[in-house]
């Protein structure tokens, strides 16, 4: 498996090779690509941003943490089911996941 590591600005071609339970890792400049690879190969993971709905406007949201990468449709399902209302704070918490992550706001909105 071909990838590009998203760690830091370098963003070393790394190859992975799966061999079992076993994930061998060529290319990385550091440990954390190497790290990274191997959990791209066994458990990917994203963090999810959207915006939603809050009165005129639209609040960015996310995910407080990553999830797992075949959730991320479900999540948005979740996403585009909220409405905010002002006044809103970044790290306001509008939905807890059934992934161990919150959905909480990404920006301020005031009183409208």
Do not use: Q
């Not at 990274?36 to 949201?61: D, M």
């Amino acid at each position: 498996m071909n990838l590009t590591c998203i760690i830091c600005p370098l963003g070393c071609s790394l190859t992975a090779e799966i061999c079992g339970e076993t994930v061998t890792v060529a290319g990385n400049g550091c440990p954390r690509g190497a790290e990274y690879a191997k959990n791209e190969c066994t458990n990917p993971v994203r963090t999810v941003t959207a915006t939603v709905p809050c009165g005129k406007t639209r609040l960015p949201v996310k995910t407080d943490r990553p999830i797992p990468k075949a959730e991320i449709f479900s999540c948005m399902d979740r996403i585009h089911r909220l409405t905010a209302v002002a006044p809103v704070k970044i790290g306001d918490i509008l939905d807890k996941t059934p992934w161990g992550a919150n959905i909480v706001a990404a920006g301020n909105i005031e009183e409208a």
